[in-house]
């Protein structure tokens, strides 16, 4: 089945053909750094590469580029697509499985958007394009969400008043969940052949996604049963530009400070913390971090430390949840080139019974592809 997969972040959009017989992208694209000067668009169909700079302000153009560049390629023509996959970032506590997108549904991702105001709308915007270019094909959207659905109610609960659950939905949702259940799978097909049968059902796994934004994962027997993000992706550990955990009475003070509304606090949580915000400004990027901390710059060296104890504490506090560990996996940007950052994670697990260790590249389109397949 040939289905073509959409992935709309606030300022990027992935895009890949997939053949899910045999698990390969056909085609594969990004455009990057939407509504920028410096905007890209990048694809790849088998060994031909291509780069351009177009002028691209949303999705929607986003959309209309990667379409055309798609059908320039006469790889195959439109009527050989089966469907389309969509990532939705938040299904809520409604959707717990890949689904077709009908109007009813779509109207349920739109009144979620209260819930991912960052997130959804360009989602959103990708669906509706899509209705118009591939007027009559089917459209699914599998939910980063989804692979949350088995949290235990301790687990997704925060300790607060708990109407503000039953009045406003104040719960931990989970994000990065098709990457994490993607890497997750993957690695209980290695392990199955390193454990005894007895112990294939509950295997312990997690997974650590560690891009521009990071998340760590808990896994047993290839069901979710904690996470590092909560109720919004700023939640967990330090990221490229997010805080990550902090204490909440930070706001309040913040705002009274730097004379700005609760609001503007919560956006520099997100935009100009994690490894920027230590760093004084230097970089959201990994590697620069840490290239300039091995060149001693006093504050990379800062941001890097305090990313590997936050990094490694959420691992370690997750070896409580699961009673163990067989399989620690590393995924994205960081988790998939940055061999010094693993050292030093593996570092403070050391007192640790033994564990695997994986490097496993994430597939979300993928994964988004050969769910939307098994729906169809
Ligand atoms: P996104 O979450 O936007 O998909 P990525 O998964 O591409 O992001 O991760 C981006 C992060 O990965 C950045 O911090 C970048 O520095 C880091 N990264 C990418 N390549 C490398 C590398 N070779 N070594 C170390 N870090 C890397």
Redesign the pocket.
């Known amino acids: 089945m040939l289905i073509l997969v959409f992935n709309a972040g606030s300022s990027s959009l992935k895009c890949q053909l997939v053949d899910t017989k045999s698990g390969k992208a056909l085609f594969k694209s990004i455009v990057d750094r939407i509504g920028k000067k410096e905007c890209e668009f990048r694809m790849e169909v088998g060994k031909k590469t291509l780069s351009l700079h177009p002028k691209v302000k949303s999705i929607t153009e986003a959309m209309k580029i990667t379409t055309e560049m798609l059908f320039s390629q006469k790889i195959f023509g439109k009527e050989k697509i089966t469907g389309i996959g969509q990532r939705v970032v938040h299904g809520g506590e409604k959707y717990t499985e890949p689904c077709l997108i009908t109007p009813k549904v779509l109207k349920e991702i739109v009144r979620l958007s209260s819930l991912a105001p960052l997130h959804n709308p360009p989602n959103i915007e990708g669906i509706q394009a899509a209705q118009k270019m591939f007027k009559g094909l089917p459209q699914i959207a599998v939910f980063d969400t989804q692979y949350y659905k088995d949290l235990p109610i301790e687990t997704y609960l925060y300790p607060v008043p708990i109407e503000w659950y039953k009045h406003f939905g104040v719960r931990k949702y989970g994000f990065h969940g098709i990457s994490h259940e993607y890497v997750t799978q993957q690695a209980l097909k290695k392990m199955k052949g390193i454990l005894s049968f007895s112990k294939q059902k509950n295997v312990k796994i997690i997974s650590c996604h560690?891009?521009?934004?990071c998340s760590i994962t808990a896994s047993l027997g290839g069901k979710a049963v904690d996470t590092s993000m909560g109720f919004t992706p700023l939640e967990g550990i330090p990221m490229?530009t997010r805080s990550g955990s902090i204490d909440p009475a930070l706001v309040p003070y913040l705002a009274k400070k730097l004379k700005v509304t609760a609001e503007k606090v919560v956006d520099l949580l997100n935009k100009e913390s994690g490894?920027k915000g230590v760093s004084g400004g230097l970089s959201?990027?990994?590697?620069?971090i840490?290239i300039e901390a091995t060149k001693m710059n006093a504050a990379a060296q800062l941001a890097y430390m305090i990313f590997i104890d936050r990094t490694a504490k959420q691992i370690a506090a997750y070896t409580s949840v699961l009673r163990g560990l067989d399989a620690l996996v590393f995924t994205?940007?960081?988790g998939e080139?940055?061999t010094y950052a693993h050292k030093d994670i593996l570092s403070r697990l050391a007192h640790l019974n033994k564990f695997k260790t994986f490097i496993i590249p994430t597939n979300e389109e993928l994964h988004i592809a050969q769910l939307s397949a098994k729906l169809l």
């Not at 560690?210 to 934004?213: H, I, R, S, V």
């Not at 959201?284 to 620069?288: E, G, I, P, W």
Request: charged share 10%; aromatic share 0%.
């Open positions: 560690l891009g521009n934004g490229g490894l959201s990027d990994m590697r620069t840490h994205a940007g960081i080139n940055a």
